[in-house]
């Protein structure tokens, strides 16, 4: 029975040498946008039950090497849903039409400085944020454009005046003296979000003395962007982002990557904005009669007799009805203050410019801004303009340059509101004076004082003599080189090196008008004040990337699909792949005793076979 085995074996494999290989059919097809009927190009299509596959070209066409017979193809792209294609046995020719998914759970998140990662596969809590998203209505800045639109991110107003700052909170307090913003990283740039007082605290002496103070709600310097150039946000949330960014990431990543432009004609687009603000709701106020007006008067006309019991009322007197009953004359009986300093319907504006396109080895991007955001405030406004040239070059295959620049220039008139201790400040001021007491000027344009304060406070002639423009020049650029060691479907290899200037210098100019009622409150005749302020920042990094990918029971090889064995056994044959590339080349490896053979479309292995093994003799 020994001498048998060996004989036994050559039959069996004798019989499986002549087995024919299963029959093939070149299988040729276009994947389409349902919408649009627009060409999807990189999709992945693979027959179901094999690993035989092939992705589509960049004008969605596809050629693959399918078995005889009914078959199913799975056919997948990142932003469309999954489509399952049914092929009857005697079809050569597919048309797929996939539909753009709104939840893409394949979205390409940035997630670091040279790294993004599909969205199904992230660790950490990473909240992205589209230019659709940031551009569909009208924001003064980044940071308002992103309130609502982040689950878990809190941002709030230090004010409602223009250009006024805004906290941006994703972890919550994590300090209780510390700053609690987020870092803020654009096209690879860690720049400056950095607060300048600008010295309202002089005048309001809302944190006591002359110095500047954080009550003086100063603007965050990110709202110097232009909300318009930004192609999508993503925000780091999870601890992730401080072992990439350091310490100074505790509060989060806000990494913004502005749009670049793409090879193609060149392309234009202009937007043109318009509109006013309102007052959206009012406190109100007291309406009096001449009798009502004349007891409220009263405390602040006549004082009880010196020594009085507390309580005693004021004895009216004449010198009070006269003045009181010429008030109410003058003024009507009624006087909407909020409507007289918060009325201001002047019209804001905002004109947005860009253009791109390039070739296939340098592409651009250029937009400008004019902006004018009116305050409801008479005498407040924010305006602001923005350049930014974006280039991107191919240098050879391998070498990718990056050059961005982005000068800005924006003034806010914020004039006096928020805390304040000397009652300056126009909500300070109304709740104390009477609404039958007219604020405007008489026909000399005087100012009355008013008898309900002690300061004499008249908003009106706040608005009219009292000034603070902050004046802001800003340079933000950056140059990047990315150079590509290797480049395939499932793994690559590169390293980037980032060098930026973030640059600005900021000026805050209080002036205050001697004839200022409040004026002598702090003991000056008047007040006038520069503040001036420069930061620079100039970070360079170096990154390197390695990425790799997997496909569950299927190895990828440029470009096209086959099944890779779990285990490898004596009996199990070599993996094999045999196609040709868009280029017309064969990448062909075959095992023992097959070959490759190329139509005009497709190549393929012929007469597989189990590879032949010596018999062996027992003895």
């Not at 960049?58 to 792209?77: I, K, M, N």
């Not at 401080?242 to 202009?270: D, E, H, K, Q, W």
């Amino acid at each position: 029975m020994k001498t048998m085995r060996p004989v036994i074996g050559a039959v069996l494999l004798t019989a499986l040498w002549g087995t024919p290989a299963p029959a093939q059919r070149a299988l040729r097809g276009t994947v389409t946008d349902l919408d649009t009927g627009s060409p999807i190009g990189g999709a992945r299509i693979i027959v179901t039950g094999t690993g035989t596959g092939a992705f589509t070209t960049s004008d969605g066409r596809f050629t693959l090497e399918a078995p005889e017979g009914a078959l199913t193809l799975d056919v997948r792209r990142i932003g469309y849903q999954t489509a399952t294609v049914p092929v009857a046995a005697g079809q050569n020719d597919v048309e797929v039409k996939l539909r753009a998914t709104a939840i893409q759970l394949g979205e390409q998140v940035v997630t670091g400085q040279a790294t993004t990662i599909a969205r199904r596969n992230l660790a950490n809590d990473v909240a992205t944020v589209s230019a659709e998203d940031i551009s569909r209505v009208h924001s003064e800045t980044i940071e308002s454009a992103l309130q609502g639109k982040v689950t878990g991110t809190v941002v709030s107003a230090n004010s409602g005046a223009p250009g006024g700052g805004l906290q941006v909170r994703m972890r919550g307090v994590t300090s209780i003296f510390g700053n609690s913003q987020p870092l803020y990283v654009v096209d690879g740039v860690a720049i400056s979000n950095s607060v300048i007082q600008n010295g309202l605290n002089a005048v309001t002496a809302s944190a006591g003395g002359l110095n500047s103070s954080n009550q003086d709600n100063g603007v965050n310097r990110i709202a110097d962007l232009n909300p318009d150039d930004i192609e999508s946000i993503s925000m780091l949330k999870g601890p992730s982002a401080a072992a990439i960014y350091g310490s100074s990431a505790a509060n989060g990543v806000v990494l913004i990557t502005t749009r670049r432009g793409a090879s193609g004609p060149t392309r234009f687009s202009v937007t043109q904005r318009v509109g006013t603000h309102v007052l959206s709701n009012k406190f109100g106020a007291h309406r009096f009669t001449l009798a009502d007006a004349i007891a409220y008067s009263a405390s602040f006309f006549c004082q009880p007799p010196a020594g009085s019991p507390p309580g005693t009322p004021a004895p009216e007197c004449k010198a009070d009805t006269t003045a009181v009953t010429q008030m109410f004359a003058t003024s009507g009986g009624f006087q909407d203050f909020e409507q007289q300093i918060y009325g201001d319907k002047s019209l804001s504006y905002e004109t947005d410019l860009n253009m791109s396109g390039g070739s296939e080895k340098t592409q651009f991007f250029f937009s400008g801004l004019n902006q004018h955001d009116n305050g409801i405030m008479y005498g407040t406004g924010y305006d602001k303009q923005s350049l930014r040239l974006n280039v991107t070059h191919l240098a050879g295959s391998k070498l990718q340059l990056k050059a961005n620049l982005n000068v800005v220039h924006s003034l806010t008139k914020r004039g006096i509101s928020n805390n304040d201790n000397v009652n300056v400040t126009p909500y300070f001021v109304l709740p104390a004076t009477p609404s039958f007491f007219d604020f405007r000027p008489d026909a000399n344009g005087v100012y009355p004082v008013n008898p309900f304060l002690s300061q004499g406070t008249n908003p009106l002639q706040s608005l009219g003599k009292f000034s603070l423009p902050e004046d802001v020049f800003r340079v933000i650029s950056s140059v990047d080189a990315t150079y590509t060691f290797l480049n395939l479907p499932t793994q690559s290899l590169r390293a980037t090196l980032n060098a930026g200037l973030d640059s600005y210098t900021y000026k805050a100019s209080i002036y205050s008008d001697p004839r200022l009622y409040w004026e002598s409150a702090d003991g000056f005749v008047g007040t006038a004040s520069d503040l001036n302020a420069t930061e620079q920042r100039a970070p360079v990094s170096l990154t390197g990337c390695a990425t790799a990918t997997r496909t569950s029971g299927a190895t990828t090889w440029w470009g096209r699909i086959f099944s890779s064995p779990a285990s490898r056994t004596p009996t199990s044959p070599p993996t094999s792949w045999c196609f040709r590339t868009a280029s017309g080349r064969a990448r062909c490896h075959c095992s023992d005793r097959r070959k490759c053979c190329c139509s005009t479309s497709a190549c393929t292995c012929r007469r597989v076979s189990w590879p032949r093994r010596a018999p062996t003799t027992r003895m």
